[in-house]
């Protein structure tokens, strides 16, 4: 009997396009067979802190907290390059800037997500009002909160949506930084075998290089994920994340993942954490 592999990641468009190699059985080990589970990215952060999966998605941010169960994988990265979260408030707003945002309340996508370690980097003051993604326009526009941190498609449809950017988070990182903003990742458990960590490695490359080398076929498994994106957004938002850094981090992307998470320890927003990566 095969080895069942639980492979967890979010049901969003990026995600969907980087796992079709698999999904659609052109990825494939020998002795191995993969159980696809899809979550929102704060129920799979949740899930990890039990080692629930042996291969999932997490933010960075939870990253620190589940050091001692997983080890990132260097395929299957979402990183920023200049752009990322975004900070919106209501098209009528007041608020133009990010520093008159200081103590106000602030719709946040998750408490574990990357996103919201951002706005702490960035707007260290303000009042995180924990909702799920998909609510978070609506709860600026209705008012219940001043601003809102966007993220997935939203990224896209704001401004269509009456929302005004005050802020792209991805933007402002890299132009103090130089790096891309490290989101989401791909981790392993640490308690596998080494040379099954290595073979898990080895097929994460493989099915996100699948999915390059097959755009159009990986973009229409994504498009029935898409949340309503036309096909040329939802190409958008996939050439967004789904890209060179989802190949493979290289030293420059490993170095991105270190930074984000030293000056946020340094801020005192997580625990110090050296992140370790499963070589393939």
Do not use: C
């Amino acid at each position: 009997m095969p080895q069942k592999i639980r492979v967890a990641h979010s049901p969003d468009s990026d995600d969907a396009f980087m796992f079709y190699g698999l999904a659609s059985g052109a990825v494939k080990a020998d002795g191995l067979e993969f159980v696809h589970e899809l979550s929102d990215i704060e129920t799979l952060n949740r899930a990890a802190l039990e080692g629930r999966y042996e291969i999932t998605a997490l933010s960075v941010h939870a990253y620190a907290y589940l050091h001692d169960k997983y080890m990132l994988l260097d395929s299957g990265a979402s990183f920023g390059d200049g752009y990322g979260p975004t900070l919106v408030v209501d098209g009528r707003s007041q608020f133009l800037r990010v520093e008159e945002l200081r103590h106000a309340r602030v719709a946040i996508p998750g408490k574990w997500t990357s996103a919201a370690l951002a706005l702490s980097l960035r707007l260290p003051e303000h009042e995180p009002v924990v909702v799920d993604f998909k609510d978070v326009g609506r709860m600026v526009k209705l008012g219940k909160v001043e601003a809102g941190l966007v993220i997935h498609e939203g990224q896209l449809t704001a401004r269509e949506e009456g929302l005004r950017v005050v802020e792209d988070l991805g933007k402002s990182w890299k132009e103090r930084t130089g790096l891309p903003l490290p989101l989401g990742m791909n981790a392993v458990r640490k308690d596998l075998p080494e040379p099954l960590r290595r073979t898990l490695a080895r097929v994460m490359t493989e099915t996100v290089v699948y999915g390059l080398e097959h755009r159009e076929k990986a973009l229409d498994h994504a498009m029935t994920y898409a949340r309503g994106l036309d096909r040329k957004k939802a190409d958008q938002f996939v050439g967004m994340y789904v890209n060179e850094w989802t190949r493979e981090l290289g030293p420059r992307g490993r170095q991105a993942v270190t930074t984000f998470l030293k000056e946020s320890a340094d801020r005192g927003l997580i625990a110090p954490v050296t992140p370790e990566f499963q070589a393939r």
